[in-house]
């Protein structure tokens, strides 16, 4: 700065220096510019066999295996110690990262030559499309992966246009999460809520009621877009939750502008006008949301059972579940649910061995107790294997008897915040904060929506 | 009088020059070279190469591994008719009041004042406060900062305390009060540098012209314009030029506060670009936007350059 400031006064030399330095630079820019494309080339990429043989033994001699991992996240750093206890001649090596730190270097360090082996990667299609991840169809037939539910792993395949949903596997699930309510036993009974609500105007007269009583009906983060928690509870409940699906997935020709969305839009906006979210909720981060939850502030938080544990450990028998109800009383239960989805990258050095790992996951009655006790959500793995026990009446219980009866009868679907890379941090989140405060509308939120989730795919 | 007493040493040293042999004039002139290799190798290697490299990265289209293809100026054409990329730019020139004409205005104004304290404990402890944003990082600084604004925060207690109670809220997460919050901790933060350097400034002017303005009568106020603001011209230049290269240029104050929250009332340049280049995975439109941003600061600032300078 100081040389900008007090340039020298040898003005005529400097300036020709400077016109010099300005010519030059242009020059290399323009070269650099003309010359070859960045990135790999369309051979390259287009590769995503290993080249390594599947093996389903256990892995032999000593072994190393890099996994990098979300921090806050104790899960997969537990198994790991369990595995390495179980298989001595295995060490793993962990490497943890804040979730947008992770997710946003994931394809540079998976394209670099010292690639972990296991990595947590919520969104796979672009790193499938480039050839980042190993295809695990070999292994999901050795092993029976592709016996499991089919919901389960549906939304772990990628197809070769690149649509999510159907084609090759490209990750597995440690823990298969399910969203819902949750809610504060004693808060309910005060305003004589005995039991779940059965349908969303009972739901919304419950609110009414806490909001009428003084209570706090919803606390909900939406620093990030927590909202759309409930925004999409309530669009999965007025939609075909096929057509959610396909759009989360990337089908051409969906759309999510419809009348059910602007519906449920204009509802959160009614929400937030009647003060059933916190005052605070668009600057509300999650961590507090939880212990604003946990410290008996609010009847309602819209969360998945990933916390049931934790919720556990706070609030005792305090706490109950539920899953978002129907708009008809009766009708099949829709919620989010997807896999906290782990992928091999194709560069990894022991992609059988992680494969493994990933297989003992779903499979081993120590490593499935170890995911219900540290998390609450479901072990995922073959139909026929038993849920690993837990307190009866806890809500670990109930998340658990809610993941049992939408595998039965309802309908799992994905959130829309994976629909694409961008749309949850630049479309979701400031449209549902221009929303909860009267900024936006129902209508309005929908067409921004699909106007992003197009352009975005257009790319 | 510096640059009198310099002007004469260089065309002393200029007149003198011709007479030394070639040869070595030239060799001299590359054991200058040698000397700056140290910097020159690094500037070369981390600050050049990435500009050429986002030059021509502008040009395609490309997800930052995968194949890229060539789209000519089409990114172009984007960052400069989508309104999504326009917003964060008007929000970077409305930060300039934040982040130039508060910290300066009041920078000379505690320079002055501080130049007239005798130099004891209560001057030196003045210059550490205001300095002390200079030596924090501006992620601590920020994360502190968002305490301050939360909903229990400092600033919300004190308007309880004093019965204010209505008028506390979640500042950041506040439609109309998130852009000055984020404003004013720009302010804080380059109030400290101006200070310092205007103060350096005021130490520099001759005190004989302050006795003269003296004994014509001149009062501190007329002092303060008459003297010291046409000696600081040179400082208030560096001040301006490295504020609003600051303002335009905002990421990590925006980035750990608000995320360019609520809604974009916050979103900035900066930001924007982080998010299209590592979430969005759009690396060319990333580099488009950072290429316009960069010609953007250099038609602000150059113009600023000529206006510090052009007494002399």
């Known amino acids: 700065m100081f040389r900008i400031a007090h340039s020298t006064p040898d003005r005529p030399r400097s300036s020709v220096s400077r016109r010099w330095a300005f010519a030059t630079m242009t020059a290399a820019i323009l070269s650099v510019a003309a010359c070859g494309a960045p990135g790999a080339s369309p051979a390259a990429s287009s590769g995503s066999a290993t080249g390594q043989a599947v093996v389903t033994s256990a892995p032999k001699g000593p072994v190393t295996l890099n996994f990098y991992l979300e921090s806050g996240f104790p899960l997969p750093e537990k ?46 299609v672009s790193s499938a499309k480039d050839g980042l991840l190993a295809n695990l169809d070999g292994y999901a037939h050795a092993y029976g992966w592709d016996q499991y539910p089919s919901g389960l792993l549906n939304q772990m395949r990628v197809s070769s246009q690149g649509i999510r949903g159907s084609g090759s596997l490209y990750a597995l699930g440690i823990g298969y999460d399910i969203t819902g309510v949750f809610y504060n036993k004693a808060l309910a009974a005060k305003i004589g809520m005995t039991q779940p609500p059965q349908t969303i105007a009972q739901l919304e007269s419950v609110l009414a009621e806490a909001k009428a009583a003084g209570i706090q009906p919803i606390e909900q983060f939406n ?88 919720l556990t450990k706070s609030m005792g028998d305090n706490v109950g579940f539920f899953l978002a109800p129907p708009a008809t009383a009766g009708a099949k239960p829709v919620a989010m649910s997807a896999p906290d989805t782990y992928a091999i990258p194709a560069k990894s050095k022991n992609i059988a ?96 929506m699909q106007a992003d989730w197009a352009k975005e795919l257009a790319q | 009088m510096t640059t009198l007493s310099q002007r004469t040493d260089l065309s002393r040293r200029r007149g003198t020059t011709p007479r030394r042999p070639g040869g070595r004039r030239r060799g001299k002139a590359w054991v200058g070279l040698l ?32 194949v890229a293809r060539f789209v000519g100026l089409d990114n172009y054409r984007t960052v400069l008719t989508s309104s999504d990329e326009l917003v964060p730019l008007l929000h970077a020139f409305e930060l300039i009041g934040f982040f130039t004409v508060i910290p300066v205005v009041l920078g000379l104004i505690t320079a002055a004042l501080l130049h007239g304290l005798p130099d004891g404990p209560l001057a030196r402890t003045a210059r550490v406060v205001l300095f002390i944003p200079q030596v924090i990082p501006l992620v601590a600084a920020a994360l502190a900062w968002s305490w301050m604004y939360s909903s229990n925060g400092v600033l919300n207690q004190i308007l309880r305390a004093v019965g204010l109670g209505d008028q506390s809220r979640a500042w950041l997460g506040d439609f109309t009060w998130a852009f000055p919050a984020v404003g004013i901790i720009g302010s804080w933060v380059l109030l400290g540098l101006c200070t310092l350097l205007l ?57 750990v506060t608000t995320q360019g929250g609520p809604g974009t009332q916050t979103m900035v340049p900066g930001l924007e670009i982080f998010q299209l280049a590592f979430t969005q995975r759009t690396v060319g439109l990333a580099s488009a936007n950072a290429i316009v941003l960069m010609v953007l600061v250099l038609l602000v600032v150059t113009p600023l350059q000529r206006l510090s300078k052009g007494a002399e």
Not at chain 1, 101 to 123: E, F, K, Y
Not at chain 2, 200 to 223: C, H, M, R, S, W
Request: proline share 6%; charged share 15%; aromatic share 10%.
């Open chain 1, 353 to 448: 061995a992680t494969a493994f790992f990933l297989n003992w996951v779903h499979t081993n009655p120590q490593a499935r107790q170890l995911i219900v006790d540290v998390t609450g959500a479901s072990p995922g793995g073959p139909a026929n294997l038993a849920i690993p026990s837990v307190p009866a009446g806890s809500v670990v219980a109930q998340t658990l008897q809610a993941t049992k009866e939408l595998g039965a009868n309802g309908v799992a679907v994905d959130f829309t915040a994976n629909a694409t890379a961008g749309i949850y941090a630049n479309t979701i989140k400031p449209e549902l904060q221009e929303l909860i405060t009267g900024r936006e509308t129902g209508a309005g939120i929908a067409k921004a």
């Open chain 2, 35 to 66: 000397f700056t290799l140290p910097a020159l190798v690094p500037y070369v290697l981390f600050v050049l190469r990435p500009l050429v490299t986002s030059v021509q990265y502008s040009l395609y289209d490309w997800n930052g591994i995968g």
């Open chain 1, 223 to 310: 620093d990030i877009g927590g909202v759309n928690f409930p925004f999409q509870d309530l669009i999965n409940q007025y939609e075909d939750p096929g057509k959610i699906a396909d759009w989360v997935f990337g089908k051409p020709g969906s759309t999510i502008d419809t009348p059910a969305t602007v519906k449920a839009g204009d509802q959160i906006a009614a929400w937030g006008k009647a003060g059933y979210f916190t005052k605070d909720a668009n600057a509300l981060s999650y961590t507090d949301m939880m212990s604003r939850f946990e410290g008996g502030q609010a009847l309602f938080m819209f969360n998945g059972d990933w916390e049931s544990q934790n």
């Open chain 2, 199 to 255: 103060m350096t400034g005021i130490n520099k002017i001759d005190p004989a012209l302050y006795d003269a303005a003296e004994v014509d009568g001149a009062g501190p106020v007329q002092k303060f314009f008459a003297v010291t603001l046409p000696g600081l011209r040179r400082e208030i230049g560096v001040c301006v030029t490295v504020t609003v290269i600051a303002a335009l240029a905002s990421f990590d104050v925006v980035y």
């Open chain 1, 79 to 124: 198994l790991a110690a369990e595995f390495e206890k179980q298989y001595p001649n295995v060490k793993i090596q962990i490497r943890e990262d804040q979730f947008a730190v992770l997710t946003q270097n994931a394809p540079r360090v998976m394209a670099g030559n010292d690639s972990p082996d296991l990595i947590r990667l919520p969104t796979i």
